[in-house]
């Protein structure tokens, strides 16, 4: 099975081929264990979904950059995508109040604006389809803001992504700086990414009228 070569830190084929970007995914781990603990055992199903994913992202990460297949390529971008997906109707839900079908109609038109940039995967070094998830994050925090709902933790994480997004596109340009590249900075800030998301969805007891709304 041939190997994907995608990242500036890849050194030649097998285990070892990408150590630090390898290695830099047990953040992501580290991630769901803190919010498992410290979001409790009674946390609802839908949060729950979401540590479950960024466990699977953090696993499924690893296993692309240890053995850089096609298949181990699905590992790593379907979670990824499931969590978006679940994160945008969890909030569309629960924080803004929409109804079972608007819902389902934004995050329809979500899955096919990140599809739709998958078709130019060399543009940004192929960060151009996660610019719907940065564009629906900081239209989130903005609203976030404005509704006065603290602490505020969808912009920072707005904020964190843009960064994040900018050290996987230039893994490549930066080889000759950096050997290793940029792309492990893409997982340890998106750990916190992930964190304060997941932070910020309302529980079912804790969903209500939302502000502004009768």
């Known amino acids: 099975m041939a190997m994907l070569d995608l990242y500036c830190e890849r050194v030649g ?4 081929g990408e150590p630090w970007n390898s290695v830099s995914n047990l953040a992501f781990l580290a991630s769901a264990a803190w919010l498992a603990v410290h979001l409790g055992p009674r946390v609802d199903l839908g ?3 979401l540590i479950g994913l960024i466990a699977a992202i ?4 690893t296993l692309f950059h240890s053995l850089a297949t096609g298949g181990a390529l699905l590992a790593d971008v379907l979670p ?3 969590f978006q997906l679940t994160f945008l109707a969890l909030v569309l839900r629960r924080q803004l109040g929409l109804g079972v079908a608007p819902t389902a ?10 599809l739709g940039a998958r078709v ?5 070094n192929g960060s151009l389809s ?6 629906v994050l900081s239209l989130l925090g903005w609203q976030e803001w404005r509704s006065g709902r603290r602490p505020l933790r969808l912009l920072p994480a707005a904020a964190l992504f843009s960064l994040s997004l ?3 596109s230039v893994d490549q340009w930066a080889c000759p700086v950096l050997p290793h590249g940029t792309h492990a900075f893409w997982h340890l800030l998106n750990a916190l990414v992930l964190t304060l998301t997941v932070l910020a969805v309302p529980s079912r007891r804790q969903t209500g009228p939302v502000p502004g709304r009768p």
């Open 13 to 16: 084929p097998g285990l070892l």
């Open 47 to 49: 949060v729950r979904l």
């Open 58 to 61: 953090g696993l499924g990460s």
């Open 80 to 82: 990824i995508l499931l």
């Open 105 to 114: 109609g934004l995050v329809g038109l979500f899955l096919l604006a990140c």
């Open 120 to 124: 130019f995967p060399v543009v940004l």
């Open 130 to 135: 996660y610019l719907p998830g940065l564009a």
């Open 166 to 168: 900018v050290c996987r």
